[in-house]
């Protein structure tokens, strides 16, 4: 009998553990060997201070480091604009690192957040990373940890860029998610504002000239990343 209680058990915790949104459960990212040296860089970098810019989110906020650079400079490193992107993030991934301290020693002005594409696609193993309602909520649970520690910061919300070929699924995909996650603009402290539409041609084609990879900006992607959200960006940051 006590076999057979234990076995339910496990069955239903197993069925538990198979249904729980790995995308709003947050998670060190163990695998990459330099994920948590990084991290606790960000952390001292934060220290130093100013900041009245943050930049949050995977490779492609990642690399402004890299393609970026020249952009950044005549953007953003005048704003005291501090980057957290990491490359190969998740939702999950980024609610770890917030909740372990990346955003307690700064309050900037705006918070410029784009994530979740990472958490699309499928394992080496073939399985499913995540659904799009899971990444949906994946990126709603950051918003609101960003809000719940910065009341004072305004958040730019960015619809996550579009990738692959015009017919990929990761297109329709794409577009689902930044259609719901529209809907956390609240007009005051939350801006949702989606610039895909800057790196496409007529065709919806990504030309290589700007995503050579149709993931990653080139330099000249970065440029017409920071020339369409400058407008929007300036004028949350003259905002008290």
Not at 122 to 150: F, M
Not at 198 to 216: A, N, Q
Request: hydrophobic share 40%; aromatic share 6%; charged share 25%.
């Amino acid at each position: 009998m006590k076999k057979s209680l234990l076995l339910v058990i496990g069955v239903l915790l197993t069925t538990l553990a198979l249904a729980e949104n790995t995308a709003v459960v947050p998670a060190p990212r163990l695998t990459k060997t330099n994920w948590v040296s990084r991290h606790e860089a960000f952390l001292a970098e934060a220290k130093q201070g100013p900041c009245d810019l943050v930049f949050l989110g995977d490779s492609i906020t990642d690399w402004w480091r890299t393609r970026g650079l020249e952009v950044w400079k005549k953007f953003y490193a005048p704003r005291h604009a501090l980057n957290l992107g990491i490359g190969g993030d998740r939702t999950q991934y980024v609610l770890w690192r917030i909740e372990n301290g990346e955003l307690d020693q700064v309050k900037p002005k705006v918070v410029v957040l784009m994530i979740g594409t990472n958490n699309l696609g499928k394992e080496k193993d073939g399985s499913q990373r995540n659904s799009i309602p899971e990444v949906i909520e994946g990126v709603t649970a950051i918003v609101k940890e960003i809000r719940a520690r910065l009341p004072e910061t305004k958040l730019l919300l960015l619809g996550i860029f579009p990738r692959a070929t015009a017919d990929s699924p990761y297109r329709l995909q794409i577009k689902e998610i930044n259609q719901a996650i529209a809907k956390l603009d609240d007009g005051k402290m939350i801006k949702y504002l989606d610039i895909g539409k800057v790196f496409l041609e007529e065709d919806g084609s990504i030309p290589k000239t700007i995503m050579p990879d149709r993931v990653h900006p080139s330099a000249k992607g970065y440029q017409l990343w920071a020339e369409a959200m400058e407008p929007t960006l300036a004028a949350l940051m003259k905002q008290d």
